[in-house]
């Protein structure tokens, strides 16, 4: 089957453009939603800023591809206060974004980048720190910045402060971006949910898997013989070049003859294919009067024409499956025998309205699966490496509940403090969506913020904790263990923990034993009320491992979390010897159908 047509020139590649104008940051940009105009949010982390790091301005700039625009200042001079944007002749986020690295100036008017540059006279910029704000695939998107009108020389502290900061913001930031991607998501949803509805009957056929493979050969069999002799449904992929394809006959006789066809028509179509013309053009093709020849003609292995003589053609039409947005996924063609009708325009609008509510249902999944895709991303990527640490083992994992698409917000870390303590924490944030991820993000950036560098008790950092959260007015609501391990002395280390309203921590001792930490409860993060949290020891020694872990290893709906945190107890009793990752894959593997997100960390001592 062949088309008079030719196919498009190759374009000649262009240069890649500058950082500014990346389309793709421009695109995370505009997802954002964000303009020149306040937004309490970031709002309040520029107030963060300027009160921490005491600076007289501080500012959330996002730069474009020709001006940097402020969701979040204090203490610009007007009218810039009032206009909340400026040029990029008066921006130095301009080039965080373009080294994507921070930038630390303690005297602009020194440095030649920068000294000329129209916000020293006009902002009073003299002094001027800058992380840059990222969305979740690491484009810089502008900067967290502190500002003072004379020279400074920022301490190593100040930007620790701001960098965490920025990773806050970062989060925010991507969560609004998934937010917009969402509900872009349940629009396209609902629009394409009104259309499919023309044709139930097929709905009710797709609907019922996700696979690619089952969909085609189910639509297939939708149009034969009701509407054709015989079909081919072909999809491509990236390169445009056939990937997946499905024929089908209305005698179950030549299904060996129709299966081959298929299997040639990935790598047998010639340029003036019909098939190919459909999928480079995008407009039906009707066929009144076909033969073999026309498939020959079409092809490049002879084999397909005689096959096309076994199967039956005399007329045929080939019709686009469109995506909701339009591109071409692939291919319908519909192909009658000498004792069928020849197809006419009726057929050709039938099989339009099949190709496109095809395209729809196929979008969807394919949509389904990048959901999938990006949530999983969006989960791992806030999940940290674990430090090595002398005489210490560290294992974690995580595991998202079976048979859910959304991400959760099961989280733990783990880092080195400067006196060489071990803090660990874990945590549930509530919820199981791009927004408990995102607030997962924010609430495992904040706890490491505000442990790090300090030597106070794990009570009085989760008490810190509990007033940032209030301070940033952050929709927390969250359970979490914060552990503190210190050196050993004499092979034992001191272990000091406090829980707020988490499950409670195992010890598995050396020998088998297992000690439960439990004790007082005391409530979730994120409550209104101030809260005076307290903290607890116990011991590590040679062999003995900790155990953190969300309530998904031991919540079910048949039964009680205590009658799980016993059964886990048994579980772990005599494990001892066994190697860490064993271990944890094997408390894993005891719920395959878990009904909530699992993580895990544990820490053996050596």
């Not at 089908?248 to 060996?256: K, Y």
């Not at 083992?393 to 991400?407: G, K, N």
């Amino acid at each position: 089957m062949t088309d008079g047509s030719t196919p498009t020139a190759a374009r000649r590649p262009t240069a890649p453009p500058s950082a500014l104008g990346d389309p793709a940051r421009l695109r995370a940009l505009a997802d954002t939603g964000l303009d020149a105009a306040p937004d309490e949010a970031f709002d309040r982390f520029a107030r963060l800023v300027s009160d921490l790091l005491d600076v007289p301005v501080a500012l959330v700039s996002l730069v474009s591809a020709d001006r940097q625009f402020f969701p979040g200042a204090v203490g610009l001079p007007e009218p810039w206060a009032a206009r909340r944007q400026t040029p990029l002749s008066h921006s130095f986020c301009q080039h965080v974004v373009d080294v994507e690295v921070p930038m630390v100036l303690p005297d602009a008017r020194l440095y030649p980048r920068v000294r000329g540059n129209l916000a020293i006279e006009d902002l009073g910029v003299v002094a001027y720190a800058g992380m840059p704000l990222t969305d979740l695939s690491g484009r810089v998107l502008g900067s967290l910045c502190a500002i003072d009108s004379k020279p400074r020389a920022w301490t190593a502290g100040q930007l620790r402060t701001l960098a965490d900061l920025a990773a806050a913001c970062s989060s925010e930031l991507r969560l609004r971006i998934a937010l917009d991607g969402a509900q872009e998501a349940r629009l396209r949803a609902v629009h394409a949910h009104e259309r499919l509805e023309l044709l139930a009957g097929l709905s009710e056929t797709l609907a019922g898997t996700l696979d690619v493979g089952t969909a085609l050969r189910r639509l297939a069999d939708t149009m034969v013989p009701l509407l054709a002799d015989w079909c081919v449904v072909t999809l491509v992929g990236p390169a445009g070049q056939p990937r997946d394809v499905v024929a089908v006959h209305r005698d179950p006789a030549r299904a060996a003859d129709a299966g081959r066809f298929a299997e040639l028509t990935t790598t047998g179509l010639s340029p003036e294919s019909m098939t190919r013309a459909v999928l480079r053009t995008g407009q039906p093709r009707l066929g009144v009067a076909a033969s073999p020849a026309d498939v020959r003609r079409g092809t490049t292995d002879p084999e397909m024409a005689a096959i096309a003589d076994r199967l039956g053609i005399a007329s045929y039409l080939s019709v686009p499956v469109r995506a909701a947005g339009g591109t071409v996924l692939g291919a319908i063609t519909l192909v009658n025998g000498a004792q069928r009708q020849q197809f006419d325009d009726r057929d050709v609008r039938t099989a339009v309205d099949i190709g496109r509510r095809a395209g729809q249902a196929i979008g969807n999944s394919s949509m389904y699966g990048e959901q999938r895709h990006v949530a999983e991303v969006l989960q791992h990527s806030m999940l940290p490496q674990l430090p090595a640490v002398p005489e210490l083992e560290l294992t974690a994992r995580y595991q998202p509940a079976a048979d859910r698409v959304e991400v959760g917000g099961d989280w733990y870390d783990a880092f080195v403090q400067p006196d060489g303590d071990v803090i660990a924490a874990i945590g549930d944030v509530a919820g199981h969506d791009i927004e408990a991820a995102a607030t997962m993000g924010q609430l495992r950036n904040l706890v490491r913020g505000n442990a790090f560098g300090r030597p106070d008790a794990v009570g009085e950092l989760m008490t810190h904790l509990d007033g940032a959260i209030r301070g940033l007015r952050l929709p927390i609501a969250a359970t979490a263990t914060l552990v503190r391990i210190c050196p050993a002395q004499g092979g034992v280390r001191e272990v000091t923990w406090c829980n707020a309203g988490h499950p409670p921590a195992l010890l598995v001792r050396a020998g088998g034993m297992v000690q439960v930490l439990d004790g007082a409860p005391e409530p979730l993060l994120g409550l209104v009320r101030p809260v005076r949290r307290t903290s607890r020891t116990t011991s590590l020694a040679r062999g003995d491992t900790l155990l953190l872990y969300t309530d998904g290893l031991i919540e079910r709906r048949d039964r009680s979390i205590d009658d799980g945190l016993r059964e886990l107890v048994d579980q772990l009793t005599g494990t001892d010897t066994l190697p860490l990752d064993e271990l944890c894959d094997l408390l894993l593997r005891a719920g395959d159908q878990r009904e909530d997100d699992t993580a895990l960390l544990a820490v053996r001592s050596h």
